[in-house]
């Protein structure tokens, strides 16, 4: 199932993801830097959405109180109780 989330606090504004049978696939920030969420993105792949909900949850950026690892984390959080 595709799932869009609108992050709050981060250079990116969107996060989109599939989930299907507990497995993250497709992630794609909008905005944000290009580079490192394109490789999070990329290990992400294929992984146990719970897992990387886990492992991403509280990770921060410089001062602020959430990156945008910890916005897909709250997003796959939030698509996983939907």
Known sequence: MK?????????SSVISFDIT?????????TG?????LKAISKLVEGK???????V????TCGPRAT???DQLSRAIEEALAS
């Not at 799932?3 to 250079?11: E, F, S």
């Not at 991403?56 to 990770?59: A, C, H, K, Q």
């Open 67 to 69: 990156s945008c690892a």
């Open 56 to 59: 991403l949850r509280g990770n």
């Open 21 to 29: 049978d507990g497995i993250i696939s497709n992630v794609a920030f």
């Open 3 to 11: 799932y869009t989330y609108r992050t709050k606090g981060t250079c």
């Open 48 to 54: 146990n959405a719970e897992e990387i909900m886990t």
């Open 32 to 36: 944000g830097c290009n580079g490192n």
